[in-house]
């Protein structure tokens, strides 16, 4: 098998079944801890639709664009994120043991989590398939850059890479480094710059170009 | 537990493979299961390591053809039955036969129960002042527990350097095979590639775990 997908790539002929057969499980679990009342379905409803809609990146590229264009705020994200982000006053809480690592010349931070797949959800959203696949999590520790070549990301061959396991109940995110010609740029203009993957380390921001003024 | 959820530096998986236009949950019961396991698990009958160690005793092969929510299910279905919060009988109906047990603690209702989820505070008083300083060397014990363990194997037996002491956190291993919430110092301990790796690293690479005080001893 080349990974565990959400959609199970691999068992094409066995998609329809797994479906109607996961369907029909989860409704029952669903079914039977409602009657018991444990479960309350707008509480599931609630739930779904704040990581459908509500969490995702671009809070993290919200933190990222101001830690570019505040050096206090960079500084005090690098210290202590969950700290500094909880003085944001974002809608969505930030949990705690959040730390920012930051991409410099020198080197590049790669984030995974070979035991499960730990992610920073409050930030990020939930994570991609990717992130969670068997391949991502059994090959970042051992082969990064490889990795990144998946991604068609090449870095400088004397660049540092550092992995960062998330073995424990802190959560990290990666500060990437700015792109170039985006001096004096707002805020809500910096986010735009600012991917998913640049904040797991499997990609760079975009390019001041690819960006609309 | 030494199994395959473990498989950090395992070969034979293939490529990542990154899809743009992935949305968060490709089919319904998928969202369903998340859902679930977000509202069972606020409920105080387990946590966070309880959950994760009933993902990785599904038997292998159901663990590798599994996709991530299914497997968040199958660990809901297990737990619920282990802790007698449903039975086989009312599985394999669909159905409850009887009213519900108290539980622990209320868990998360109502219609705005999404802005309620959040990640939990680990902090727990230390017993003991740091054993190990920022810029020692320590080495990673050579233990296999049965039991729950987050020392993944391929940091076993190998020399990194403290980097960051990241407070006092309560201890999976103490929380899974006895229960209690135990404080243990965390430390992000860095190895160098080849130390790893031997000469098959890559070239200028370091890997980071996140290790409590227990897994770690002088070199």
């Known amino acids: ?213 | 537990m030494n199994g395959v959820h473990d498989m950090g530096g395992m070969d034979g998986f293939g490529k990542v493979a990154p899809d743009a236009h992935e949305v968060p949950f490709p089919a319904e019961w998928q969202a369903r299961s998340f859902a679930l396991n977000r509202v069972m698990g606020s409920a105080g009958e387990w946590n966070i390591d309880v959950g994760r160690y009933w993902i990785e005793t599904l038997p292998p092969a159901v663990y590798l053809s599994s996709s991530y929510y299914k497997k968040w299910f199958l660990r809901l279905e297990r737990l619920c039955l282990h802790l007698n919060l449903v039975s086989e009988r009312e599985l394999a109906s669909g159905h409850s036969s009887g009213p519900g047990r108290p539980l622990k603690r209320q868990p998360l209702s109502g219609p705005h129960a999404g802005a309620s989820v959040s990640r939990p505070n680990h902090d727990q008083p230390p017993r003991a002042p740091a054993a190990f300083a920022v810029g020692e060397k320590v080495r990673a014990r050579n233990i296999h527990p049965h039991s729950h363990t987050r020392l993944p194997r391929f940091a076993r037996g190998h020399v990194g350097v403290i980097e960051r002491i990241q407070g006092c956190h309560t201890y999976p291993d103490a929380m899974v095979e006895k229960g209690v919430k135990q404080g243990e110092w965390l430390y992000t301990v860095v190895f160098d590639g080849r130390e790893l790796w031997g000469p098959d690293a890559e070239e200028g690479a370091t890997v980071s775990i996140e290790a409590f005080e227990p897994y770690l001893e002088r070199p």
Not at chain 1, 189 to 204: E, H, K, N
Request: charged letters at 25%; one cysteine or more; glycine letters at 6%.
């Open chain 1, 1 to 213: 098998m080349s990974n565990d997908h959400d959609h199970d790539h691999d068992h094409h002929h066995e998609h329809g079944s797994e479906l109607s057969e996961m369907q029909l499980r989860v409704r029952a679990l669903e079914t039977i801890l409602t009657e018991k009342g444990y479960v309350d379905p707008a509480a599931l409803d609630s739930i779904i639709e704040t990581y459908e809609k509500r969490v995702g990146p671009h809070i993290g590229a919200k933190v990222v664009a101001k830690a570019w264009a505040d050096p206090e705020f960079r500084t005090a994200l690098l210290a202590d994120a969950s700290k500094a982000i909880a003085q944001l006053g974002l809608q969505q809480k930030v949990g705690d043991h959040l730390i920012a690592v930051e991409n410099t010349p020198a080197t590049h931070n790669m984030i995974v989590c070979t035991l499960c797949s730990c992610y920073p959800w409050d930030l990020l959203g939930l994570p991609p398939a990717w992130y969670k696949s068997t391949a991502y999590r059994a090959r970042t520790v051992k082969e990064p850059r490889k990795v990144l070549a998946d991604f068609g990301v090449t870095l400088p061959d004397d660049m540092k890479v550092r992995v960062w396991d998330s073995t424990a109940e802190t959560r990290f995110i990666v500060l990437p480094m700015r792109p170039p010609a985006t001096e004096g740029w707002s805020e809500d203009r910096l986010a735009a710059l600012v991917t998913r993957d640049s904040m797991i380390g499997t990609g760079f921001p975009k390019a001041a170009h690819e960006v609309a003024a």
